[in-house]
């Protein structure tokens, strides 16, 4: 198979094309080109999380419990959690991820598992896209399949290193196939695949309505400051509303007149 500086060199480069290709044909704007770039290279490491030990396992579980955090400030942002409760929650994020989530595939995940399949990829990237949540779903989905391409990247040099190709002959290693496949050889481990990106599926379809009704809850939340009401009502602390309070010392100050003043006019209409 691929060595790890073959995986993570050819998924860097299929990330800055696919960057390059989001900013000048699909209007990105550079920051999402560089970061949906920047997951795919990354992504070419995740199907190796299911190797015991090793290089990849050790950078992708310091990468991801540190960007997964980040990534989900607006997230954060939508429950409506104040700055104290964002910096707690990255924490326990990160805790999770760096010695829980890796420990799980360290302990119940072989290699060349069903983490090293299709649906494995298209779960990473619905991960992605509810991670990252955004008004526009073309810029969630933009960095959603920028992981969902790294990940392939790496799969499909798997297959490619399983062929031995000789003078005038062609031969397959044992491991071809064991890649780019929809099942593997253990049922549980298919059922448990499966339902995880149903799962993902289901949540990501209606992340959208869910993340709307969170908005607009924020919005008109009567216990965000501006809708408290003050207990000192005196007109000190009335707010101002584009007008000021009359200077009734100034001569130059004329009370306001509302139709029937002194004009001529209106003198003479009574008459």
């Known amino acids: ?86 910096a707690l929650g990255a924490m326990l994020i990160y805790v999770a991820i760096r010695f829980g989530l890796f420990e799980f595939f360290k302990r119940f995940t072989i290699h060349r598992g069903m983490w ?21 779903d073309g810029v969630r989905a933009y960095k959603a399949f920028g992981v969902v391409l790294g990940f392939l990247v790496h799969l499909i040099l798997d297959e490619i290193w399983a062929v031995e190709v000789g003078v005038g002959r062609i031969r397959t290693k044992k491991s071809f196939g064991t890649a780019l496949k929809f099942f593997g050889s253990d049922p549980i481990s298919n059922v448990g695949i499966y339902a995880i990106l149903f799962g993902l599926i289901y949540t990501a379809w209606s992340d959208n309505e869910i993340a709307a009704r969170l908005r607009e809850r924020a919005k008109y939340d009567l216990t965000a400051p501006g809708w408290q009401i003050d207990a000192d009502p005196s007109p000190g602390s009335w707010p101002q509303r584009g007008w000021t309070k009359p200077n009734l010392q100034d001569p130059a100050w004329q009370p306001p007149q509302f139709g029937i003043g002194n004009s001529t006019s209106d003198e003479s209409r009574w008459k």
């Open 1 to 86: 198979m691929a060595d790890f500086k073959t995986h993570i060199s050819v998924s860097t480069l299929t990330g800055i094309a696919y960057g390059y290709w989001g900013v000048t044909t699909q209007s990105m704007t550079l920051e999402n080109g560089m970061i949906a770039g920047g997951l795919c290279s990354v992504s070419g490491m995740l199907p190796d999380l299911d190797s015991d030990s090793g290089v990849p396992l050790r950078e992708i579980s310091m990468f991801v419990a540190a960007v997964v955090p980040v990534m989900m400030i607006q997230r954060f942002r939508d429950y409506g959690l104040s700055h104290e409760s964002m």
């Open 116 to 136: 090293h399949s299709l649906p494995a990829a298209a779960s990473a990237g619905l991960i992605t896209y509810l991670v990252t949540p955004c008004e526009s």
